[in-house]
């Protein structure tokens, strides 16, 4: 692209802050009084170690600011620019303000739409929110909030809701942090007759040698089909403080697609690339799944155990599923190899299945048939919904959260997590915290 004025040059010795706006224009100078319009000239001025700053409001993007289109793909802004070590490039909104990226009018026909598309590492994306994100194709496709294929990149209080795409997608990269960030209200009522069947709240599919990726204090509900999947994911990832609920559902109760909460693992049936050697072993380490249409926590058929550590399901149609799976009969068999320590469900009729208990190590859980209403302070699931704290983080609320004598209070097998009493606290609350 270019621009008829010179970009400003940032001085050797200091980063220099750059600022972009819904009423700016990409022909000023950059800076608060005169803002650009779009992200994508404030990354051509940008270079690592800057900052670029987006004030808020909306911002109506259209086809014609799609920075570029390749093959089956409509990248809007395309973020391809990297920082360095030590020097990322920053991408945030004002502090105080929201800055919303609205898509609805962006309907590049027969392309997968991706409202940022991140190919650089050492990047820094924060507070900014995407609605609006559209399908235009009937046969198998998926649009995509944030789409990640770089490494050492944070994403931050990003808001991914009421679209027809994923929230945030990883393909590739390394040592990526997905953190405290919101996916909801996200269904694609156009492809493959409108079940909603690829619309997760948070993807995690790295390739061999991606390592060091964590999702970390993100929230998904009523995305028609899961709230986080990491099928197909050839390394490890982490899933850490997560809250998963109603998915697989829209808010006025319409099945969907998959719904389960978190489907940790596996490979497609055939796995035509093969099989990763050695297996990722995922971990997944106090999350609450609750009230999603099919399975809490989902081994999804992965042909190796995982970890599950201080876990909370309730009221899903089956809380904890090990199912897994022999790639030399192709048949679905009981999960082995995981490791199950401290996780606790209640409410449904299905509390534990496809499970080889003799080939997993199993300590200080609890499935429902010891649990009681009382011994939770409280059961209502849409307090998950609650607002965040004001520095990002998961609102302290009383789902779940055990009551002082409850059943899980000190119920735990010590590990490496810290706790407070005399022994862990069975589930992912601990009492006493925050």
């Not at 940032?10 to 980063?15: I, K, L, Q, R």
């Not at 940008?46 to 793909?73: C, F, H, K, N």
């Not at 971990?283 to 876990?311: D, E, L, M, Q």
Request: glycine share 12%.
């Amino acid at each position: 692209m270019r621009f008829l004025l010179p970009l400003l040059l940032a001085s050797a010795a200091h980063a220099a802050t750059w600022y972009v706006a819904p009423d700016g224009s990409d022909h000023a100078r950059g800076d608060r009084p005169q803002p650009f319009a779009t992200v994508q000239r404030a990354q051509a001025a940008a270079s690592p170690g800057d900052t670029v700053i987006l004030r808020g409001g909306t911002y109506a993007m259209q086809e014609s600011m799609i920075a570029r289109r390749e093959r089956i793909w409509a990248y809007v802004t395309l973020l391809d620019k990297s920082g360095k070590p030590g020097k990322p490039i920053t991408y945030r909104a004002e502090t105080g303000e929201q800055p919303v990226f609205d898509l609805s009018a962006v309907k590049p026909a027969g392309l997968r739409v991706h409202a940022f598309e991140v190919k650089g590492s050492h990047l820094v994306l924060q507070g900014i929110s995407v609605t609006g994100v559209q399908v235009t194709a009937a046969h198998h496709t998926q649009s995509i909030c944030f789409s990640n294929t770089g490494s050492h990149n944070r994403y931050e209080r990003l808001r991914m809701h009421d679209g027809m795409g994923i929230g945030f997608y990883l393909s590739r990269g390394s040592n990526n942090l997905v953190l405290n960030c919101d996916a909801w209200n996200n269904y694609d009522p156009v492809s493959e007759g409108g079940r909603g069947g690829n619309v997760d709240g948070f993807g995690g599919h790295p390739n061999r040698g991606d390592t060091g990726n964590v999702f970390r204090g993100c929230r998904a509900w009523f995305n028609s089909d899961d709230g986080f999947d990491c099928i197909s994911a050839w390394e490890s990832i982490r899933f850490e403080n997560c809250w998963a609920w109603q998915n697989g559902k829209s808010p006025d109760g319409k099945s969907l697609g998959d719904g389960n909460g978190f489907k940790i693992g596996g490979f497609g049936l055939e796995a035509k690339r093969g099989l990763p050697d050695p297996m990722p072993r995922h971990t997944v380490i106090r999350c609450v799944a609750a009230s999603n249409k099919a399975n809490g926590f989902y081994a999804n058929h992965h042909p190796g155990g995982s970890n599950w550590i201080h876990n909370s399901a309730y009221a899903n149609r089956t809380n904890f599923n090990f199912l897994g799976r022999d790639f030399s009969t192709h048949t679905g068999v009981p999960g082995s190899g995981h490791i199950i320590r401290n996780n606790i469900g209640f409410g449904s009729r299905n509390e534990l299945a496809q499970l080889d208990r003799e080939k997993c190590q199993l300590a200080g859980n609890i499935f429902g048939e010891r649990l009681e209403t009382k011994d939770f302070l409280s059961l209502d699931v849409s307090l998950l919904a609650a607002p965040r704290q004001k520095d990002g983080s998961l609102p302290h609320i009383d789902f779940m959260r055990p009551a002082p004598k409850g059943k899980m209070v000190d119920a735990g097998e010590k590990g490496a997590e810290p706790f407070n009493g005399k022994a862990p606290d069975a589930g992912a609350i601990e009492s006493g915290s925050t």
